[in-house]
T-cell receptor
């Protein structure tokens, strides 16, 4: 009965480094979402995967951000050449299908860029 | 375009008093609406959802919300506040009719005074 699992829970890195954030969705959930939560911007949608369909990348803020989902399960969000404005909590969610199935959230990865 | 406005970034009530958190939405498609709660250093937990069935929706922990199309509102209420209700609350609407992404309000922090 595990929920959405995210790792690491905290990540501190230097400006300019690349980071990878991992999300393990709830087993059987076909939809997976990434959101970013920051003080200035609130909760922002980043990217959405649904089954084998092309992902909705409309929320990615720049080409430094990318995400993949392997085998329809685990997802990795990669941020290249990190900037200080990338500091935020990155939340992953999964759902049994698309809307209106509710999204179940992980506890997030707190990313700090020095 | 879809949007959500939560009136009042901070709400303070006494223990046992009525809780009312306000949410107004804008949607060009039939909306699905959600209320989530976030405790410190945790992800978001679903309280309740509206999916075009009953306009009065009951959720967990004694919360409920009423969908009012004429007022484009989906306010969250609880008759009697508990200390454990202190948290941040987010209202969300679907981003469009064919994507799973959610558009969140800026959040309301609920303080419960003894």
């Amino acid at each position: 009965g595990a929920g959405v699992s995210q790792s690491p829970s905290n990540k501190v890195t230097e400006k300019g480094k690349d980071v990878e954030l991992r999300c393990d969705p709830i087993s059987g959930h076909t939809a997976l979402y990434w959101y970013r939560q920051s003080l200035g911007q609130g909760l922002e949608f980043l990217i959405y995967f649904q089954g084998n369909s092309a992902p909705d990348k409309s929320g990615l803020p720049s080409d430094r951000f990318s995400a993949e989902r392997t085998g329809g399960s685990v997802s990795t969000l990669t941020i290249q050449r990190t900037q200080q404005e990338d500091s935020a909590v990155y939340l992953c969610a999964s759902s049994r299908g698309s809307l209106p199935s509710p999204q179940h959230f992980g506890d997030g990865t707190r990313l700090s860029i020095l | 375009a879809q949007s959500v406005t939560q009136l009042g970034s901070h709400v303070s009530v006494s223990e046992g008093a009525l809780v009312l958190l306000r949410c107004n939405y804008s949607s060009s498609v039939p909306p699905y609406l959600f209320w989530y709660v976030q405790y410190p250093n945790q992800g978001l937990q679903l309280l309740l959802k509206y999916t075009s069935a009953a306009t009065l929706v009951k959720g967990i922990n004694g919360f409920e919300a009423e969908f009012k199309k004429s007022e484009t509102s989906f306010h969250l209420t609880k008759p009697s506040a508990h200390m454990s209700d202190a948290a941040e609350y987010f209202c969300a609407v679907n981003g469009s009719s064919n994507t799973g992404k959610l558009i969140f309000g800026q959040g309301t922090t609920l303080q419960v005074k003894p």
